[in-house]
C-alpha cells in the first residue's frame, strides 16, 4: 500500500511516554519516539514554541518530526512540555518562568538522553525554544543546535556571541516573512557567530504552515543531522500504526 506523507499521517516507529525529573523537584510530561526496527543514529531533543501563546510538545512540526523522522530517517525524536505546559499526553508541573528557570527543564532532557544512552543529541528548538537552546544549550553535550524562526527576544547578544568559536553546529532557519526576525535582521544579530549557517526561506512564515514549509523544515533538520537519509520520501510504501 502507498500512502502520501503530509498531515498528521503517523509512520511506523516506538512510542514511548516519559517522564523527566528536574533538579527543582518537577516532573515533565514528554514522548520519545524512536524506529521500530533498529537504533537510532542520531536523536533530536526538540524544545516546543512560548506556552503562553499555545506552544506545547505537540506544536506541528514537532509533532509530525516525532511522527515521520524516525521511520524515514532512523532519529530518536524526544518531545516534552515545559514547566507548566499542557497539551494532550498531559501537564508538566511548576509554572511557566520566561525562559529562567526553564534551564533546568532543558537539563532534565539532556540527563534523559544521557540516561537512556541515545546517541549523537541535537537542540531543535521553535520560536521560544530557540532561546531556551541558545541560552542554555552551551552547557550540554551536543552535536549542535538547530533554531526554528528564532526571535531573540530572550537570548541576548551575549547569549548569541557566546557561540563564537564554538566547534558545535549552530544552524538557524529564519522565514522570508517571519513576524520577528527576517533574513536581513537575521544575519546581522548573529554576525558575531560566523561561523554558524544561516538558512534565509523563501516564502516561510514564523508558524510553518502548510506540508510545503512542513517538508522544507524536516529536510533542512535531516541534512544536519543525517543527510545520507536525503531526499526525503513524500511517500510511504508499507502498513501504517493502528489509530
Not at 531533543?45 to 499555545?54: E, F
Not at 552547557?139 to 551575549?158: K, N, Q, V
Request: charged share 25%; hydrophobic share 40%.
Amino acid at each position: 500500500m502507498t500512502t502520501e506523507i503530509r498531515g498528521p499521517l503517523q509512520l511506523p516507529a516506538r512510542r514511548e511516554d516519559v517522564e523527566l525529573e528536574t533538579i527543582d523537584g518537577l516532573t515533565l510530561v514528554g514522548e520519545l519516539a524512536t524506529p521500530a526496527d533498529r537504533e537510532p543514529v542520531a536523536t533530536l531533543v526538540t524544545l516546543h514554541p512560548l506556552p503562553t501563546a499555545g506552544g506545547f510538545m505537540d506544536s506541528h512540526v514537532l509533532r509530525k518530526a516525532a511522527a515521520r523522522l524516525p521511520a524515514l530517517a532512523d532519529l530518536a525524536v524526544l518531545r516534552f512540555n515545559t514547566r507548566g505546559t499542557e497539551s494532550p499526553r498531559g501537564r508538566s508541573e511548576g509554572t511557566f518562568d520566561g525562559g529562567h528557570a526553564e534551564a533546568f527543564d532543558v537539563a532534565a532532557a539532556m540527563a534523559f538522553v544521557t540516561a537512556r544512552g541515545l546517541p549523537r543529541p541535537w537542540l531543535v528548538g521553535w520560536s521560544f525554544g530557540t532561546e531556551l537552546a541558545l541560552k542554555y544549550g552551551r552547557d550540554h553535550d551536543i552535536e549542535g543546535a538547530i533554531l526554528l524562526s528564532p526571535p531573540l527576544h530572550r537570548a541576548t547578544d551575549d547569549d548569541v556571541a557566546a557561540w563564537a568559536g564554538e566547534s558545535r553546529r549552530l544552524i538557524a532557519l529564519i522565514p522570508e516573512f517571519d513576524d520577528y526576525l527576517r533574513p536581513d535582521e537575521a544575519a546581522e544579530r548573529f554576525r558575531s557567530v560566523p561561523q554558524m549557517t544561516l538558512v534565509p526561506v523563501e516564502g516561510g512564515k514564523h508558524l510553518w504552515v502548510g506540508e510545503t514549509q512542513t517538508r522544507r523544515v524536516l529536510t533542512e533538520i535531516v541534512a544536519a543531522v543525517n543527510p545520507g537519509a536525503l531526499p526525503l520520501p513524500t511517500e510511504w510504501e508499507g502498513p501504517l500504526p493502528s489509530a
